[in-house]
Every structure is written in C-alpha cells, then in structure tokens.
C-alpha cells in the first residue's frame, strides 16, 4: 500500500497545511480500511461470525497495517 500523502515541506505553524495534511493521511486510512473490510466479507464464514468478533479481526488485522506503516 502506498501513501497518497502530499510531498514537501509542511509548516506547522501554517494551519492550512497542517490540515491538508492531515486529510490527506485520513483518506490513506479511510482507503485502506474500506479495502480491509471488503477484503474480510468475502472470506467464507467471515459474516457468520458475531459483529464483535468480525470487528475485533479487522481491528487486528488494521493495527498491524499501521505499526507497519509507521514503522516504515
């Protein structure tokens, strides 16, 4: 997965920046996250499982997207 992030440098004293930024970085997330979960529905018996626990796999499965891409 690569990041759609604006390039080059942000001021953080200029606030429009900081949110361009920062929408930019919620849209990534917003992305990867929709693909995740329609990635989960079509594993077979994934729907039967209770909400909490489908929830709980994709809340998972998400933790490690981001400590990678952090990481990275």
Known sequence: MTADIPQGQFNIINPDRKCVLATSILKYFEK????IVKFA???P????????????????????????????
């Open 32 to 35: 990867n996250i929709a693909e």
């Open 41 to 43: 529905k079509r594993i």
């Open 45 to 72: 018996g994934f729907t039967d499982l209770p909400i909490d626990d489908q929830a709980n796999l994709i809340r998972g499965k998400i933790w490690t997207d981001d400590r990678q891409f952090i990481q990275t």
